[in-house]
């Protein structure tokens, strides 16, 4: 009898001394909640060092990868919607309305995502973000076009946005481009 008082006694210690267990959902709403803020050092903060974030085709290894799309975000003025919240132990799965002034100046009125964010101790270790694919297509159909018009009539606006070839996720971008996609729209007009 006292033997099992004692184990009884070490586990309620260790349980005790223990970490306790982060709740994804509390850490999805610091996150939307800072993101909306443009809190880019507080979003880097829920960041594990070793984050991998899987944005459509590209992918952001590390904190600093990692924030260059809040960044962006930032100049754009970026504002996020967090709903269907799906939580399974360390992961979860919810439903993200995506509005900006970019979105806006390409005349689509919003971007629905699909992310999964995985939280350990605290921190998110994984993002992944996906679109429907009809969504995404009318949205990178935009951009290619748009693209491909500033690189004939403005290369070096065009190579200020895309360096290399290479989508420059920068606050400026995001400052500059709406500008820049409604000069491209309004040819239409």
Not at 23 to 28: A, R, Y
Request: aromatic residues 14%.
């Amino acid at each position: 009898m006292k033997y099992r008082f004692k184990v009884f006694i070490i586990i309620v210690f260790l349980l005790g001394c223990a970490n306790p267990p982060s709740d994804p959902e509390k850490v999805l709403d610091s996150y939307i909640k800072a993101a909306n803020e443009h809190n880019i050092e507080k979003v880097k903060d829920m960041y594990a060092d070793s984050i991998v974030w899987y944005f459509g085709p590209l992918t952001f290894k590390g904190k600093e990868e990692a924030i260059a799309p809040l960044e962006f975000d930032k100049g754009a003025n970026t504002k996020l919607i967090h709903t269907n919240i799906y939580v399974n132990g360390d992961t979860v799965d919810f439903h993200l309305l995506e509005t900006n002034n970019v979105i806006s100046a390409l005349g689509v009125p919003e971007l629905h995502h699909f992310p999964r964010f995985v939280v350990k101790n605290g921190l998110i270790h994984l993002i992944t973000s996906t679109k429907p694919p009809t969504e995404f297509k009318a949205y990178a159909d935009s951009v290619a076009a748009f693209a491909n018009w500033l690189q004939s009539n403005s290369p070096d606006m065009y190579n200020k946005i895309w360096p290399d070839g290479n989508f420059n996720f920068s606050e400026e971008t995001g400052k500059i481009m709406p500008a820049e996609v409604l000069k491209w729209r309004d040819r239409f007009k």
